[in-house]
Every structure is written in C-alpha cells, then in structure tokens.
C-alpha cells in the first residue's frame, strides 16, 4: 500500500506559478498511476492532471492545459504539478492520487477520482486577485 504526502502549497497572486510536490512511500512508486485532483470550497472534487506509470503519458483537464504540467521522478518516488498563471478559480485544496497498475488499465491513465483508492492529505492553494 502507497502512502502519499503533498507540499508545495501555499497563498500566492494572480499570475504567480507554483509547484506541488507528491511523495510516495509504502510501495513499488513506479507501479502506480498517479493523479492530481483538486476541491475548492463549496465543490465536487475534480480532475486536473495524471501521468502513466512510467511517466511517458500525461492526461489533463481541458481546462487546464497549457498551464499546468505534471512530471514525476520514479527514481526519487514523486510526483509534481507544476502550476503557471494562476488564476483566483485555482484557489483549492490539491491532493494527489495513487492508483496501481495492472493488466486492465496498464495503458489508460484514469480521471475519475472514484479509481484512485490510494490519496494524500491534500494542500492547500489559494491565489490572491
């Protein structure tokens, strides 16, 4: 079982960039999906970013693409979303999701936060405007 743990968070302005880091211990990080979800005040949870297992493909948001990059490092067991032109609506608490790979889902990167069953505790993001 993967234990997850974000930092990166924290009060920035409109336009700054930020970068959320995940640490993964407990498991084998590289057999693992991994996720970036995130839930602003008074909203359902929803999907930002993913990358596969070996870091070769990434799925967005529509949204967000062109702003935000996920990468991980299977070598140092993390992975980080980074964040450009932040804007007031990114304001929310981020939390990164783990989910282990196998034979039905080895090349398809979930969204659905329902798939993850491994999560950290989240950190939280507020942009100022």
């Known amino acids: 079982q993967v234990q997850l743990v974000e930092s990166g968070g924290g009060l920035v302005q409109a336009g700054d960039s930020l970068r959320l880091s995940c640490a993964a211990s407990?498991?084998?990080?590289?057999?693992?999906?991994m996720g970036w979800f995130r839930q602003a005040s008074g909203k359902e949870r929803e999907f930002v970013a993913a990358v596969n297992w070996s870091g070769g493909s990434t799925k967005y948001a529509d949204s967000l693409k062109g702003r935000f990059t996920v990468s991980r490092d299977n070598a140092k067991n993390t992975v980080s979303l980074q964040m450009n032109s932040l804007k007031a609506e990114d304001t929310a608490v981020y939390y990164c999701?783990?989910?282990?790979?196998?034979?039905?889902?080895?090349?398809?990167?979930?969204?659905?936060?329902?798939?993850?069953?491994?999560w950290g505790q989240g950190t939280q993001v507020t942009v100022s405007s």
């Open positions: 407990g498991s084998t990080f590289s057999s693992y999906h």
């Open positions: 999701a783990a989910k282990k790979v196998g034979v039905s889902n080895l090349y398809r990167i979930p969204s659905d936060a329902t798939e993850y069953p491994y």
